[in-house]
């Protein structure tokens, strides 16, 4: 809102970038861990035969992702005093409930979630990423580039490396099996984030902290 007010414009959109970038790699990193963990993670949560299935997680999963990327993109052009969402958000909540309703008679709890997925897709989750770049000066294709491209290929590599950490703990019990899907999606959104959210002077700045409080910390051995 400062850089903004400060007509400072590639700074706020750069901004901006990160943090949409930040946000979604943490919920993608996240909904991995979720999604390859499945049954496990629900058996040890709320104990076994609980596990409503993939598709209702799946669905789930999506609306997590839009809600958030429709959410960061309208909470930036609100901070331009760019106010613009109420009627959609009106219209998106009563359309959830003919939807969710309709839908649930044929999908039952699914349907439910897919009447939400529906509603707000044709509704704020378009909207919002539409209104909300347009007032920031960002293109679709730089969107793309800049932010969706890289959390698709951070997602890409999370699964893959949570898949395998799966199948290496395959013969363990559930909670090291699980522990160690949490751990593998951890430690690739600590390196998502060191390269992609953080700038190079960011960077720099932990790093000399870091090496400073290891030297703090050696000092104040016996």
Known sequence: SQLWQAQDWDRARELARRSFRF???????GITAVLISGTDLFTLWLGAGHFAGYPLLAVFSVIMLLETH??????????TEDEAFAA?????????????????????????ALGTLVAQSMT??????YRGL?????????????????????????SALGIVARQVLRDSTILVRLAGIVLTCAMVLAAAC?????????????????????RLARAARP
Do not use: D
């Open 23 to 29: 946000g979604l790699l943490v919920l993608v990193c």
């Open 70 to 79: 429709s959410f960061m993109i309208s909470t930036a052009s609100r901070a």
């Open 88 to 112: 959609w958000s009106i219209s998106a909540g009563i359309l959830k409930l003919i939807l969710s309703y309709i839908f649930m008679k044929v999908y039952g709890l699914l349907g439910i």
């Open 124 to 129: 704020n989750y378009w909207y919002m990423a």
């Open 134 to 158: 347009r007032r920031l000066g960002v293109s679709f294709g730089e969107h793309v580039l800049g932010v969706i491209l890289p959390v698709l290929s951070v997602a890409v590599v999370a």
């Open 194 to 214: 060191w390269y992609v959210v953080l700038n190079s002077s960011q960077r720099q700045q932990f790093l000399t902290r870091f090496l400073i409080a290891g």
